[in-house]
Protein backbone atom coordinates (compact mmCIF):
# COMPACT_ATOMS: atom_id res chain seq x y z
CA UNK A 1 0.00 0.00 0.00
CA UNK A 2 1.51 3.60 -0.95
CA UNK A 3 1.98 5.62 1.83
CA UNK A 4 2.66 9.58 2.50
CA UNK A 5 5.05 10.53 4.99
CA UNK A 6 4.78 14.24 6.23
CA UNK A 7 4.61 16.89 9.32
CA UNK A 8 2.11 18.94 10.26
CA UNK A 9 1.37 21.54 13.03
CA UNK A 10 0.33 20.21 16.22
CA UNK A 11 -0.48 21.50 20.00
CA UNK A 12 3.19 22.56 20.26
CA UNK A 13 5.23 22.18 16.84
CA UNK A 14 5.34 20.09 14.32
CA UNK A 15 4.15 16.59 14.57
CA UNK A 16 5.79 13.61 12.26
CA UNK A 17 2.35 11.80 10.72
CA UNK A 18 2.30 9.04 7.96
CA UNK A 19 -0.85 8.53 5.74
CA UNK A 20 -1.43 4.93 4.83
CA UNK A 21 -3.66 5.08 1.37
CA UNK A 22 -5.60 1.83 -0.55
CA UNK A 23 -4.48 1.33 -4.20
CA UNK A 24 -7.00 2.33 -5.71
CA UNK A 25 -9.47 5.31 -4.54
CA UNK A 26 -9.93 5.83 -0.76
CA UNK A 27 -13.97 4.82 0.10
CA UNK A 28 -13.54 7.08 3.25
CA UNK A 29 -10.46 8.49 5.54
CA UNK A 30 -10.00 7.41 9.24
CA UNK A 31 -7.30 9.29 12.01
CA UNK A 32 -5.76 6.47 14.33
CA UNK A 33 -4.57 7.30 17.85
CA UNK A 34 -1.87 5.37 19.13
CA UNK A 35 -1.19 3.45 22.92
CA UNK A 36 0.64 5.67 25.87
CA UNK A 37 4.04 6.28 25.32
CA UNK A 38 3.96 4.22 21.74
CA UNK A 39 4.02 5.87 18.22
CA UNK A 40 2.59 5.96 15.15
CA UNK A 41 4.93 3.03 14.00
CA UNK A 42 3.83 0.89 16.96
CA UNK A 43 2.76 -2.79 15.66
CA UNK A 44 -1.01 -2.22 16.59
CA UNK A 45 -1.07 1.20 14.81
CA UNK A 46 1.22 0.24 11.84
CA UNK A 47 -0.95 -3.21 11.06
CA UNK A 48 -4.17 -1.94 11.68
CA UNK A 49 -3.48 0.77 9.59
CA UNK A 50 -1.77 -1.11 6.34
CA UNK A 51 -4.61 -3.89 6.59
CA UNK A 52 -7.26 -1.10 6.95
CA UNK A 53 -5.67 0.34 3.72
CA UNK A 54 -5.84 -2.46 2.00
CA UNK A 55 -10.03 -2.75 2.53
CA UNK A 56 -10.11 0.96 1.29
CA UNK A 57 -9.85 3.01 3.81
CA UNK A 58 -7.38 5.68 4.07
CA UNK A 59 -5.62 5.67 7.91
CA UNK A 60 -3.71 9.08 8.93
CA UNK A 61 -0.90 7.93 11.87
CA UNK A 62 1.06 10.24 13.32
CA UNK A 63 3.31 10.93 16.70
CA UNK A 64 1.85 12.77 19.66
CA UNK A 65 3.84 15.48 20.89
CA UNK A 66 6.96 14.47 22.01
CA UNK A 67 7.12 11.09 20.92
CA UNK A 68 8.36 9.43 18.31
CA UNK A 69 10.02 11.84 15.71
CA UNK A 70 7.22 14.98 16.59
CA UNK A 71 8.41 17.89 17.75
CA UNK A 72 7.91 18.87 21.84
CA UNK A 73 8.91 17.67 25.14
CA UNK A 74 6.91 14.50 26.50
CA UNK A 75 6.63 15.90 29.76
CA UNK A 76 4.90 19.36 29.16
CA UNK A 77 2.06 17.18 27.50
CA UNK A 78 -1.48 15.72 29.18
CA UNK A 79 -4.11 13.94 27.63
CA UNK A 80 -5.79 17.13 26.61
CA UNK A 81 -2.79 18.03 24.76
CA UNK A 82 -3.12 14.57 22.97
CA UNK A 83 -7.00 15.35 22.26
CA UNK A 84 -5.82 18.73 20.83
CA UNK A 85 -3.30 16.47 18.34
CA UNK A 86 -6.20 14.52 17.59
CA UNK A 87 -8.08 17.69 16.08
CA UNK A 88 -5.26 19.45 15.09
CA UNK A 89 -4.26 16.49 12.51
CA UNK A 90 -8.09 16.63 11.61
CA UNK A 91 -7.72 19.66 10.42
CA UNK A 92 -4.60 19.01 8.11
CA UNK A 93 -6.67 16.53 6.61
CA UNK A 94 -9.64 18.19 6.46
CA UNK A 95 -7.19 20.80 4.50
CA UNK A 96 -4.93 18.61 2.76
CA UNK A 97 -7.32 15.28 1.18
CA UNK A 98 -10.83 14.31 3.18
CA UNK A 99 -11.98 14.88 6.55
CA UNK A 100 -11.93 11.82 8.60
CA UNK A 101 -15.71 10.11 9.28
CA UNK A 102 -13.90 7.42 11.57
CA UNK A 103 -11.57 8.02 14.30
CA UNK A 104 -9.31 4.89 15.85
CA UNK A 105 -7.62 4.44 18.75
CA UNK A 106 -5.75 1.69 20.69
CA UNK A 107 -5.48 1.79 24.69
CA UNK A 108 -5.35 5.51 25.88
CA UNK A 109 -5.61 6.38 22.29
CA UNK A 110 -9.04 5.17 22.21
CA UNK A 111 -9.82 7.24 25.35
CA UNK A 112 -8.40 10.42 22.97
CA UNK A 113 -10.63 9.74 20.53
CA UNK A 114 -13.92 9.51 22.14
CA UNK A 115 -12.84 12.90 24.10
CA UNK A 116 -11.89 14.28 20.39
CA UNK A 117 -15.14 12.94 18.45
CA UNK A 118 -17.33 16.09 19.57
CA UNK A 119 -14.74 18.28 18.15
CA UNK A 120 -14.40 17.04 14.86
CA UNK A 121 -17.87 17.42 13.06
CA UNK A 122 -17.08 15.32 10.33
CA UNK A 123 -16.79 12.14 12.59
CA UNK A 124 -19.30 9.64 11.88
CA UNK A 125 -17.79 6.60 13.79
CA UNK A 126 -15.70 5.91 16.73
CA UNK A 127 -13.71 2.75 16.91
CA UNK A 128 -12.14 1.88 20.34
CA UNK A 129 -9.31 -1.01 20.90
CA UNK A 130 -7.92 -2.18 24.51
CA UNK A 131 -9.36 1.79 25.66
CA UNK A 132 -9.89 2.31 29.22
CA UNK A 133 -13.01 3.86 30.42
CA UNK A 134 -10.96 6.40 32.69
CA UNK A 135 -7.35 8.06 31.19
CA UNK A 136 -6.21 7.57 34.61
CA UNK A 137 -6.04 3.67 34.28
CA UNK A 138 -2.48 4.84 32.89
CA UNK A 139 -1.26 5.76 36.11
CA UNK A 140 -1.15 1.90 37.70
CA UNK A 141 2.28 1.44 35.05
CA UNK A 142 3.59 4.01 37.59
CA UNK A 143 1.52 3.83 40.88
CA UNK A 144 4.79 3.01 42.94
CA UNK A 145 5.90 6.79 42.02
CA UNK A 146 2.83 8.43 42.84
CA UNK A 147 3.93 9.99 45.73
CA UNK A 148 7.13 11.42 44.20
CA UNK A 149 5.85 12.96 41.46
CA UNK A 150 3.49 15.10 43.72
CA UNK A 151 5.89 16.06 46.24
CA UNK A 152 8.52 16.48 43.44
CA UNK A 153 6.53 18.29 40.27
CA UNK A 154 7.75 15.33 37.56
CA UNK A 155 9.86 12.20 38.41
CA UNK A 156 11.67 9.98 35.53
CA UNK A 157 9.72 6.29 35.00
CA UNK A 158 10.64 3.56 32.76
CA UNK A 159 7.74 2.46 30.47
CA UNK A 160 8.34 -0.52 28.50
CA UNK A 161 11.83 -0.77 28.77
CA UNK A 162 12.02 3.25 28.18
CA UNK A 163 12.49 6.76 30.62
CA UNK A 164 9.59 9.30 30.66
CA UNK A 165 9.17 12.17 32.59
CA UNK A 166 6.07 12.34 34.34
CA UNK A 167 4.55 15.52 35.61
CA UNK A 168 2.26 16.50 38.22
CA UNK A 169 0.10 18.26 35.78
CA UNK A 170 -0.21 15.28 34.16
CA UNK A 171 -1.58 13.56 36.95
CA UNK A 172 -4.21 16.35 37.39
CA UNK A 173 -4.88 16.76 33.36
CA UNK A 174 -6.18 12.60 34.07
CA UNK A 175 -7.79 13.47 37.22
CA UNK A 176 -9.99 16.25 35.74
CA UNK A 177 -11.36 13.61 32.89
CA UNK A 178 -14.97 12.74 33.17
CA UNK A 179 -14.98 10.19 29.48
CA UNK A 180 -18.21 8.22 30.32
CA UNK A 181 -19.57 11.40 30.41
CA UNK A 182 -18.35 12.36 27.34
CA UNK A 183 -19.35 9.41 25.76
CA UNK A 184 -23.14 9.35 26.63
CA UNK A 185 -22.91 12.49 24.76
CA UNK A 186 -21.12 11.18 21.93
CA UNK A 187 -23.59 10.79 19.37
CA UNK A 188 -21.65 8.85 17.03
CA UNK A 189 -21.57 5.12 15.87
CA UNK A 190 -19.46 3.71 18.28
CA UNK A 191 -17.38 -0.04 18.07
CA UNK A 192 -15.60 -1.25 21.40
CA UNK A 193 -13.07 -4.09 20.61
CA UNK A 194 -11.66 -5.60 23.62
CA UNK A 195 -9.94 -8.81 24.30
CA UNK A 196 -10.91 -10.91 27.39
CA UNK A 197 -7.24 -11.74 27.85
CA UNK A 198 -6.09 -7.80 28.21
CA UNK A 199 -3.61 -7.82 30.90
CA UNK A 200 -3.01 -4.08 30.32
CA UNK A 201 -6.43 -3.14 30.31
CA UNK A 202 -9.31 -5.24 31.74
CA UNK A 203 -12.10 -6.06 29.95
CA UNK A 204 -14.40 -4.34 32.43
CA UNK A 205 -12.99 -1.21 30.71
CA UNK A 206 -14.97 -2.26 27.36
CA UNK A 207 -17.91 -2.71 29.73
CA UNK A 208 -18.19 0.57 31.46
CA UNK A 209 -17.31 2.06 27.98
CA UNK A 210 -20.47 0.03 26.24
CA UNK A 211 -23.39 0.65 28.55
CA UNK A 212 -21.90 4.30 28.68
CA UNK A 213 -22.71 5.22 25.28
CA UNK A 214 -26.25 5.53 23.98
CA UNK A 215 -27.03 3.15 20.62
CA UNK A 216 -26.04 2.94 17.89
CA UNK A 217 -23.32 0.86 19.58
CA UNK A 218 -21.19 -2.51 19.42
CA UNK A 219 -18.72 -5.03 21.24
CA UNK A 220 -16.17 -7.62 19.64
CA UNK A 221 -14.56 -9.66 21.56
CA UNK A 222 -10.69 -10.33 20.43
CA UNK A 223 -10.40 -13.41 22.27
CA UNK A 224 -6.75 -14.51 22.47
CA UNK A 225 -5.45 -10.80 21.51
CA UNK A 226 -2.52 -9.12 23.75
CA UNK A 227 -3.25 -5.64 24.30
CA UNK A 228 -0.68 -4.47 21.83
CA UNK A 229 -2.04 -6.87 19.08
CA UNK A 230 1.47 -8.63 18.36
CA UNK A 231 -0.29 -11.34 16.41
CA UNK A 232 -0.66 -9.97 13.07
CA UNK A 233 -4.02 -12.61 12.73
CA UNK A 234 -5.21 -10.03 15.24
CA UNK A 235 -4.72 -6.95 13.58
CA UNK A 236 -5.90 -8.22 9.86
CA UNK A 237 -8.91 -9.34 11.93
CA UNK A 238 -9.66 -5.78 13.72
CA UNK A 239 -9.14 -4.28 10.29
CA UNK A 240 -11.59 -6.47 8.78
CA UNK A 241 -14.10 -6.18 11.35
CA UNK A 242 -13.70 -2.11 11.12
CA UNK A 243 -13.99 -2.13 7.68
CA UNK A 244 -17.03 -4.16 7.54
CA UNK A 245 -19.12 -2.37 10.55
CA UNK A 246 -18.49 1.42 9.10
CA UNK A 247 -19.93 0.08 5.77
CA UNK A 248 -23.33 0.69 7.69
CA UNK A 249 -22.46 4.08 8.93
CA UNK A 250 -20.78 5.44 5.90
CA UNK A 251 -21.11 5.07 2.14
CA UNK A 252 -18.83 3.24 0.79
CA UNK A 253 -18.15 2.43 -2.86
CA UNK A 254 -16.63 -0.97 -4.76
CA UNK A 255 -15.64 1.46 -7.68
CA UNK A 256 -11.78 2.34 -7.43
CA UNK A 257 -10.94 4.89 -10.76
CA UNK A 258 -7.04 4.16 -10.16
CA UNK A 259 -7.47 0.02 -10.92
CA UNK A 260 -10.35 0.90 -13.84
CA UNK A 261 -9.32 3.80 -16.17
CA UNK A 262 -12.78 3.67 -17.95
CA UNK A 263 -14.91 6.33 -17.42
CA UNK A 264 -17.45 7.28 -15.26
CA UNK A 265 -21.03 8.30 -15.94
CA UNK A 266 -22.50 10.97 -14.21
CA UNK A 267 -26.41 10.84 -13.19
CA UNK A 268 -28.39 14.24 -13.02
CA UNK A 269 -31.72 14.01 -11.52
CA UNK A 270 -33.93 16.93 -9.77
CA UNK A 271 -33.40 16.91 -5.80
CA UNK A 272 -37.41 18.65 -5.74
CA UNK A 273 -35.71 21.55 -3.06
CA UNK A 274 -35.65 24.22 -5.06
CA UNK A 275 -36.68 25.20 -8.86
CA UNK A 276 -33.46 24.26 -10.12
CA UNK A 277 -31.09 22.43 -7.53
CA UNK A 278 -29.87 19.46 -8.77
CA UNK A 279 -28.64 15.80 -7.33
CA UNK A 280 -25.24 14.91 -9.10
CA UNK A 281 -24.26 11.58 -8.85
CA UNK A 282 -20.60 10.81 -10.06
CA UNK A 283 -19.40 7.15 -8.95
CA UNK A 284 -19.06 7.56 -5.17
CA UNK A 285 -19.18 11.21 -4.62
CA UNK A 286 -22.94 13.36 -3.98
CA UNK A 287 -23.35 16.95 -4.43
CA UNK A 288 -25.94 19.59 -5.52
CA UNK A 289 -25.96 21.87 -8.56
CA UNK A 290 -28.01 24.92 -8.82
CA UNK A 291 -28.33 28.18 -10.12
CA UNK A 292 -27.35 31.94 -7.70
CA UNK A 293 -30.15 33.49 -6.29
CA UNK A 294 -29.91 36.21 -8.42
CA UNK A 295 -30.80 33.46 -10.98
CA UNK A 296 -33.70 32.44 -8.96
CA UNK A 297 -32.36 29.81 -7.71
CA UNK A 298 -31.40 28.56 -4.05
CA UNK A 299 -27.51 28.53 -4.57
CA UNK A 300 -27.22 25.15 -2.56
CA UNK A 301 -24.56 24.11 -5.06
CA UNK A 302 -22.08 25.20 -8.05
CA UNK A 303 -23.66 26.66 -11.33
CA UNK A 304 -23.54 24.49 -14.76
CA UNK A 305 -20.77 27.05 -15.99
CA UNK A 306 -19.08 26.24 -12.03
CA UNK A 307 -18.74 23.18 -12.58
CA UNK A 308 -17.30 23.61 -16.14
CA UNK A 309 -14.70 26.28 -15.15
CA UNK A 310 -13.71 23.58 -12.06
CA UNK A 311 -12.90 20.97 -14.56
CA UNK A 312 -11.13 23.06 -16.21
CA UNK A 313 -9.21 24.43 -13.77
CA UNK A 314 -8.52 21.04 -11.67
CA UNK A 315 -7.49 19.28 -15.12
CA UNK A 316 -5.35 22.19 -15.72
CA UNK A 317 -3.46 21.89 -11.97
CA UNK A 318 -3.48 18.07 -12.47
CA UNK A 319 -1.72 17.98 -16.17
CA UNK A 320 0.72 20.61 -14.37
CA UNK A 321 1.61 18.49 -11.63
CA UNK A 322 2.04 15.37 -13.58
CA UNK A 323 4.30 17.62 -15.98
CA UNK A 324 6.36 18.83 -13.81
CA UNK A 325 6.90 15.24 -11.57
CA UNK A 326 7.94 13.90 -14.77
CA UNK A 327 10.40 16.40 -15.81
CA UNK A 328 11.63 16.82 -12.05
CA UNK A 329 10.97 20.24 -12.05
CA UNK A 330 10.96 22.26 -8.84
CA UNK A 331 6.97 23.04 -8.80
CA UNK A 332 5.71 23.04 -5.06
CA UNK A 333 1.90 24.24 -5.38
CA UNK A 334 -0.27 25.19 -8.54
CA UNK A 335 -2.88 27.27 -8.07
CA UNK A 336 -5.65 28.28 -11.07
CA UNK A 337 -7.93 30.81 -10.67
CA UNK A 338 -10.87 31.38 -13.68
CA UNK A 339 -13.59 33.20 -14.31
CA UNK A 340 -16.26 32.88 -17.29
CA UNK A 341 -18.07 35.85 -19.65
CA UNK A 342 -19.28 36.90 -22.88
CA UNK A 343 -17.99 39.13 -25.16
CA UNK A 344 -19.00 40.14 -28.53
CA UNK A 345 -17.22 38.28 -31.49
CA UNK A 346 -16.00 41.45 -33.21
CA UNK A 347 -13.80 42.25 -30.12
CA UNK A 348 -12.10 39.34 -30.31
CA UNK A 349 -8.82 39.11 -33.15
CA UNK A 350 -7.96 35.96 -33.17
CA UNK A 351 -11.85 34.31 -33.09
CA UNK A 352 -12.74 33.05 -36.34
CA UNK A 353 -16.46 33.65 -35.27
CA UNK A 354 -17.02 37.38 -36.15
CA UNK A 355 -20.57 37.51 -35.21
CA UNK A 356 -22.73 37.17 -32.45
CA UNK A 357 -20.98 36.84 -28.61
CA UNK A 358 -18.53 33.98 -27.94
CA UNK A 359 -17.98 32.70 -24.53
CA UNK A 360 -14.73 33.87 -22.66
CA UNK A 361 -13.00 32.03 -19.95
CA UNK A 362 -9.96 33.41 -18.48
CA UNK A 363 -7.63 31.26 -16.31
CA UNK A 364 -4.89 32.55 -14.41
CA UNK A 365 -1.86 30.73 -13.11
CA UNK A 366 0.10 30.88 -10.40
CA UNK A 367 3.21 28.96 -10.15
CA UNK A 368 5.27 28.11 -6.87
CA UNK A 369 8.44 27.12 -6.66
CA UNK A 370 12.23 27.93 -7.51
CA UNK A 371 11.60 27.62 -11.46
CA UNK A 372 13.04 29.40 -14.16
CA UNK A 373 11.62 31.39 -17.14
CA UNK A 374 12.01 29.01 -19.35
CA UNK A 375 10.65 26.26 -17.34
CA UNK A 376 7.48 28.84 -16.17
CA UNK A 377 7.23 29.46 -19.83
CA UNK A 378 6.76 25.74 -20.72
CA UNK A 379 4.54 24.81 -17.93
CA UNK A 380 1.45 27.53 -19.05
CA UNK A 381 2.11 26.22 -22.55
CA UNK A 382 1.70 22.66 -20.99
CA UNK A 383 -1.84 24.05 -19.49
CA UNK A 384 -2.86 24.23 -23.08
CA UNK A 385 -2.69 20.68 -23.52
CA UNK A 386 -4.52 19.25 -20.85
CA UNK A 387 -7.60 17.18 -21.68
CA UNK A 388 -10.44 19.10 -20.76
CA UNK A 389 -9.33 22.60 -22.86
CA UNK A 390 -8.86 20.45 -25.68
CA UNK A 391 -12.07 18.99 -25.33
CA UNK A 392 -13.36 23.04 -25.13
CA UNK A 393 -11.37 23.39 -28.26
CA UNK A 394 -12.11 20.18 -30.52
CA UNK A 395 -15.49 19.26 -32.20
CA UNK A 396 -17.50 18.15 -29.89
CA UNK A 397 -20.31 15.53 -30.30
CA UNK A 398 -23.46 15.28 -28.02
CA UNK A 399 -26.01 12.40 -28.38
CA UNK A 400 -29.39 12.67 -26.78
CA UNK A 401 -32.25 9.98 -26.58
CA UNK A 402 -34.94 9.23 -24.01
CA UNK A 403 -34.38 6.81 -21.37
CA UNK A 404 -36.33 5.18 -18.51
CA UNK A 405 -36.49 7.98 -15.42
CA UNK A 406 -33.73 6.53 -12.63
CA UNK A 407 -35.05 4.60 -10.27
CA UNK A 408 -32.77 6.23 -7.35
CA UNK A 409 -32.19 9.49 -7.98
Known amino acids: MPTQRFKFRGSEGQLEAR ?100 QIKECKAVVTIGAPSDPAHVNHLFADKLDQIEAEGQREVMLAGRKFVISKQFLQDLAEQALTNQISRLRRALLVMHSPQDSTVGIEHAREIYQAAMHPKSFISLDGADHLLTNKRDADYVASVISAWVSRYIPVTEESPAMDAKPRSVAIAEAGTGKFTQHVVIGPHRFAADEPRSLGGMDAGPSPYDLLLAALGSCTSMTLRMYADRKQLPLQHVEVHLSHDKLHASDCESCDTKTGRIDRIRREIRLVGDLSNDQRQRLIEIADKCPVHRTLHSEVLVETQETAPMADP
Open 19 to 118: LDLPSGQARSYALFAHCFTCSKDSVAASRVSRALAAQGIAVLRFDFTGLGGSDGEFANTNFSSNVQDLVKAADHLRQSAVAPSILLGHSLGGAAVLSAAS
